[in-house]
C-alpha cells in the first residue's frame, strides 16, 4: 500500500512532504488493523482518490468492531492525525470504511 501511494502521488505530482505524511498514516493505521485479535483471514481494500485539493484514501477492511485503541496520553487516532487534515470510521454491513483526506492546497500554497 506504501508502495503503490508512492507511484500514485509521482503520476500526480504530490509532494514528497506530503506523500510521507500519507505513508506515516498509513503504516500507522494498518499496524493497527493487522493487529486486531481477529482469526478471520479476510482481505484488506484500499483505494487512492487524488482530487485537486484533497488526496483521500479509503481503507475497507472486514472488522466490525474495529477501533483505533486507545493509549494514554494520546490516542491512536490523535498520532495519525499528525500527518492527515481528516479521518472518519463508518461501520458498513461487511465490516469497516475508514477514510483518510489530506488536503493538498494549503500545502502546495506554503511550498511557493
Given at each position: 500500500?506504501?508502495?503503490?501511494?508512492?507511484?500514485?502521488?509521482?503520476?500526480?505530482?504530490?509532494?514528497?512532504?506530503?506523500?510521507?505524511?500519507?505513508?506515516?498514516?498509513?503504516?500507522?493505521?494498518?499496524?493497527?488493523?493487522?493487529?486486531?485479535?481477529?482469526?478471520?483471514?479476510?482481505?484488506?481494500?484500499?483505494?487512492?482518490?487524488?482530487?485537486?485539493?484533497?488526496?483521500?484514501?479509503?481503507i475497507k477492511?472486514?472488522?466490525?468492531?474495529?477501533?483505533?485503541?486507545?493509549?494514554?496520553?494520546?490516542?491512536?487516532?490523535?498520532?495519525?492525525?499528525?500527518?492527515?487534515d481528516d479521518?472518519?470510521?463508518?461501520?458498513?454491513?461487511?465490516?469497516?470504511?475508514?477514510?483518510?483526506?489530506?488536503?493538498?492546497?494549503?500545502?502546495?500554497?506554503?511550498?511557493?
Amino acid at each position: 500500500a506504501v508502495k503503490a501511494l508512492e507511484q500514485i502521488a509521482k503520476n500526480y505530482d504530490i509532494p514528497p512532504e506530503v506523500t510521507g505524511d500519507l505513508q506515516i498514516a498509513i503504516i500507522d493505521l494498518f499496524t493497527n488493523i493487522i493487529g486486531q485479535d481477529n482469526t478471520d483471514n479476510e482481505n484488506i481494500y484500499i483505494r487512492f482518490k487524488p482530487l485537486e485539493h484533497v488526496f483521500i484514501i479509503e481503507i475497507k477492511t472486514p472488522y466490525k468492531e474495529f477501533v483505533l485503541p486507545i493509549s494514554k496520553p494520546v490516542s491512536q487516532e490523535q498520532l495519525i492525525r499528525n500527518y492527515i487534515d481528516d479521518i472518519k470510521i463508518e461501520k458498513t454491513s461487511s465490516g469497516t470504511k475508514i477514510t483518510l483526506v489530506k488536503n493538498l492546497k494549503k500545502n502546495l500554497t506554503s511550498a511557493s
